[in-house]
């Protein structure tokens, strides 16, 4: 079967699958809340694979009061994870990185000032994978539940992850990062979608949304972490100035440089593991790469977003407008540039970029 994450009406997901015994054990009210949402055709967010359901998230809009604690969250509009469950055994396959980052671009489109979850306090996994992602646990209700939330008036600027799926502001200058065609379809399979929102959340979500680009370059990089870059995709084929196109933009979360100038600054098992599963590479290649390259750096980095087909960015378009001068390595792009690029990309830079 497909291994993807798919809109599912609540009437193909099975009450009697053994993933939601743990959420009938929490909340006897489970199974009725399900068969209402059943009865109104709603979907959710589900991953399945041969032993059934193993990823469960349901968006809610909302424009209600919170009560936590000995106080009152005033009435606004909200998204609500409703639901987000993740089975044991896909830990370590960044599936609920991925869902959650599908429920934080639509709370980014929409015009909800926050998005929140309740979660049980021993639900440890989960709560660090929302902590990660900026949320900020602001007490706790009446179900002895935490309430986590996040504010685009105050989204926490610390890292990368959490100001996602935002771009700090505070960076002068930005990149590319340069990806062989046969390459960048593996590690951007949404890249050229076009108007196909649904698809495009389904396999966003299941390839996760770190990514991991391994590169040969001839010397030093100029690129920083916390710097946002643009991804240029390399066409191997003819009329190329038409064909290589900026795709997608992403922000830098780590730089480690595997060899530089033959000299190997990381164990060959070291490098393995800080690629699995998040790169396009077997471990055979890896290790090829790492006997015959001079130079190898790992970036790592969070997908903040895509402009899709019919809106990604010619080289010839990038050239005559200054914005693609010498090498992609070495292109310096200052911030007045790198959103020049998104606006041609069709973005609201306004709706990206945060104080």
């Known amino acids: 079967m497909i291994r993807k994450f798919e809109w599912l009406p609540f009437s193909e997901c099975d009450l009697a ?24 055709n709603e979907k959710a967010f589900v ?29 606004k509009k909200r998204i609500k994870i409703g639901t987000f469950k993740l089975d044991d055994r896909i830990q370590g396959q960044r599936l609920g990185e991925g869902a959650l980052g599908i429920a934080l671009w639509k709370w980014q489109e929409s015009d909800a000032e926050e998005i929140y979850l309740t979660i049980l306090p021993r639900h440890k996994v ?6 990660k992602f900026g949320f900020k646990n602001v007490g706790m209700n009446y179900r002895g539940e935490f309430v986590y939330i996040k ?18 502001s505070n960076f002068t200058k930005a990149g590319y990062i340069p990806i062989y065609d046969y390459y960048h379809d593996t590690l951007f399979p949404f890249s050229e979608l076009y108007n196909t929102k649904q698809d495009f959340e389904e396999i966003a979500a299941t390839n996760g949304i770190t990514k991991v680009y391994i590169g040969f370059p001839y010397g030093e990089l100029h690129h920083r972490e916390g710097e946002p870059v643009i991804i240029y995709r390399i066409h191997t084929g003819e009329n190329r100035q038409y064909k290589s ?17 033959g ?27 790492y006997d015959t390259q001079e130079n190898i750096v790992v970036i790592e980095m969070i997908y903040n977003g895509f402009f899709g087909k019919g809106k990604n960015i010619t080289f010839k378009k990038l050239k005559d407008m200054g914005l693609f001068e010498g090498h992609p390595y070495n292109i310096r792009l200052s911030r007045e540039q790198f959103l020049k690029i998104l606006e041609l990309g069709g973005k609201n830079v306004q ?5």
């Open 126 to 131: 989960l709560i660090e994978l929302i902590e």
């Open 263 to 289: 000299k190997k600054l990381t164990d060959l098992n070291d490098f393995i593991l800080m690629t699995k599963n998040k790169t396009v590479f077997t471990n055979d290649q890896l290790e090829e790469f």
């Open 47 to 75: 991953y399945k694979d041969e032993w059934g359901i193993c990823a469960f998230i349901y968006f809610k809009d909302e424009e209600e009061e919170i009560k936590i604690n000995d106080k009152v969250l005033p009435q």
């Open 17 to 40: 699958d053994p993933f939601f015994e743990s959420l009938k054990e929490d909340y006897e009210e489970f199974p009725e809340w399900f068969l209402k949402k059943v009865q109104n």
């Open 245 to 261: 196109v900026a795709t997608s933009y992403c922000t830098i979360t780590k730089i480690k440089y595997i060899k530089q100038y």
């Open 151 to 168: 504010n685009k008036k105050n989204v926490e600027n610390l890292n990368p992850y959490t100001a996602f799926p935002y771009i700090k």
């Open 351 to 355: 709706n990206i970029i945060i104080d």
